[in-house]
């Protein structure tokens, strides 16, 4: 028979539990303008974009020259996550632009990020 040598002590514990945000998966966690798709394209395509936040945001196309040619958001307020534009190949006044080289700006909270696609005709 075994016999105990010391007695049992009670050691009194506090357990404090602590509720931590998880990322929602649905948000992206960065700023991100993407790659069109198509590129290059004929006669539309989709130009993406990731906001963390809810932002004012402005989409421009411009020619290789700097010239504003389209429009796509002028300050426009946006929810967080992603989003996509499609554009036609069009100016702002509706006329067909011709195959070349294009830039899309997009502007956000003073963070300017850019990117070319190629119109083929």
Sequence with gaps: MLRRTSP???????????????PDED?????????????PFNPTTRIRFDLPTPMRVSLRVYSVSGRVVRGLLDDVEHEAGYHAVPWD??????????????????????????????LLK
């Design 8 to 22: 049992e002590i009670a050691i009194p514990v506090t357990l404090t539990i602590v509720q931590t945000a998880i």
């Design 27 to 39: 948000v992206p966690t960065a700023l991100a303008l993407h790659g069109n798709f198509p590129n």
């Design 89 to 118: 190949g069009r100016d702002d006044a509706g006329g067909v632009l011709p195959s070349g080289v294009y830039l899309y700006s997009l502007e956000v909270g003073g963070e300017v990020l850019r990117r070319r696609m190629v």
